[in-house]
């Protein structure tokens, strides 16, 4: 069998030849216009998310979340936009929104200091420091 029968009988045809998948569209990270924030542990390093609320609530569709990374004290700065499988990701505290000030032109994320305290506690107390070094862990046990 030559390569040209194979190719035109297993891929459908057009008139300028074969069909072929096109993957660049599901390289681009996704486009997130708004969302909820959320401390959450992402393939065991805990961050703080952006979660998109184009996302629907189902344990089988994947998450569309901006990753913000801890600076200093109270202050985040996003680092990526990614679409994340459901098992990679898990929210442990969702944030309310009189919590936070984002201001999305530079990136920045302020949590209130009340948040920090609380989150730093609890940190302690399930032994973040034991588990997977991470910026963010290991600055937030030292505060």
Not at 54 to 62: E, I, M, V
Not at 90 to 104: A, G, L, N, Q, V
């Amino acid at each position: 069998m030559s390569l040209t029968s194979y190719t035109s009988s297993s891929l459908s045809q057009t008139s300028k030849g074969p069909l072929v998948h096109d993957i660049s569209s599901s390289c681009t990270p996704p486009i997130i216009d708004g969302g909820s924030f959320a401390f959450a542990k992402i393939k065991g390093d805990v961050c703080l998310v952006q979660v998109s609320f184009a996302t629907p609530a189902s344990a089988l569709t994947t998450v569309d979340v901006k990753i913000f990374r801890h600076e200093f004290i109270t202050i985040f700065r996003h680092t990526e936009t990614k679409t994340i499988h459901p098992s990679d990701i898990h929210i442990i505290e969702p944030i309310d929104d009189h919590h936070t000030r984002y201001e999305e032109e530079n990136g920045t994320v302020f949590l209130a200091k009340e948040l920090m305290c609380r989150m730093r506690k609890n940190a302690e107390r399930i032994g973040w420091r034991q588990s997977r070094a991470s910026r963010f862990s290991t600055q937030f046990a030292r505060q």
